[in-house]
């Protein structure tokens, strides 16, 4: 059996500098904890996997396709293959679960290029967060 606690993978994924921690991959699902700064930017693109979020605490925006809405804690929200999307506004430190079917980049070809060049532009979810708005341009 798998099983996991949310304070202890919260923890992990502070202590990695990092904005998102995936804790499970199967070739179906792959899913993480992404954490998100009150006034920061989420610097995520659009990924080639259908996605859901789960919110587990804090408050912000989130805006899919041409689509806004807001979100807090018990909020889901899906997002299909390759549509643009971003959470802002974020009012308070937003935390959330994410699901992604197939396991995240198990569309991709270029897999570890693909991380590699968004950890270092700072761009994907290997990336830090930041209060500036040129981290939404890619």
Request: net charge neutral; proline share 4%.
């Amino acid at each position: 059996m798998d099983a996991f606690e949310l304070s202890q993978l919260a923890d992990e994924r502070s202590r990695s500098g990092r904005l998102y921690l995936e804790f499970l991959r199967r070739p179906a699902l792959s899913v993480g904890v992404y954490q998100l700064p009150a006034q920061g930017t989420d610097p995520q693109s659009p990924h080639t996997e259908d996605e859901v979020y789960y919110v587990i605490s804090g408050r912000a925006m989130v805006r899919v396709g041409a689509e806004d809405r807001s979100v807090g804690p018990g909020s889901i929200v899906f997002v299909a293959a390759g549509v643009e999307h971003r959470f802002h506004s974020i009012g308070e430190d937003l935390t959330l679960l994410v699901f992604f079917a197939p396991a995240e980049y198990s569309q991709q070809k270029t897999v570890s290029r693909q991380r590699t060049s968004d950890a270092t532009r700072g761009t994907g979810r290997e990336g830090n967060a930041t209060k500036s708005k040129d981290a939404l341009t890619r």
